[in-house]
């Protein structure tokens, strides 16, 4: 059975950071990809950032492209997310995706068949 797990949500400032980890298990992901979407209160699930694992390849969203950071262990089975420079428009619950996207299907929800069970992000002063 695949399970994700992820860790590091929390409460921080504005301009703050936050490193959030996704933890799998029960599947290898090879030639697949791991990553992160969120979803803030009454918004849909939006795209954050990705990593395709064959290659390593990252994606973001505009949002956050600057801000932050995703990257793989070497077993491929853990995806770190390194969010600075945080804004209040950042505060989501955050959830870790893994599965096999097309290119059209990279940054869509329906391109990813594990998920997480999220980690709230609030971003306040």
């Known amino acids: 059975q695949v399970q994700l797990v992820e860790s590091g949500g929390g409460s921080v400032q504005p301009g703050g950071s936050l490193t959030l980890s996704c933890a799998a298990s029960?599947?290898?992901?090879?030639?697949?990809?791991m990553g992160w979407f969120r979803q803030a209160p009454g918004k849909e699930r939006e795209f954050v950032a990705i990593?395709?694992?064959?290659?390593?390849?990252?994606y973001a969203a505009d949002s956050v492209k600057g801000r932050f950071a995703i990257s793989g262990n070497n077993a491929r089975d853990t995806v770190t997310l390194q969010m600075n420079s945080l804004k209040s428009e950042d505060t989501a619950v955050y959830f870790c995706?893994?599965?096999?996207?097309?290119?059209?299907?990279?940054?869509?929800?329906?391109?990813?068949?594990?998920w997480g069970q999220g980690t709230r992000v609030t971003v306040s002063s």
């Open positions: 029960g599947f290898t992901f090879s030639g697949g990809a």
């Open positions: 995706a893994a599965g096999y996207p097309s290119i059209s299907t990279l940054a869509s929800p329906g391109g990813y068949r594990y």
């Open positions: 990593i395709r694992q064959t290659h390593g390849n990252t």
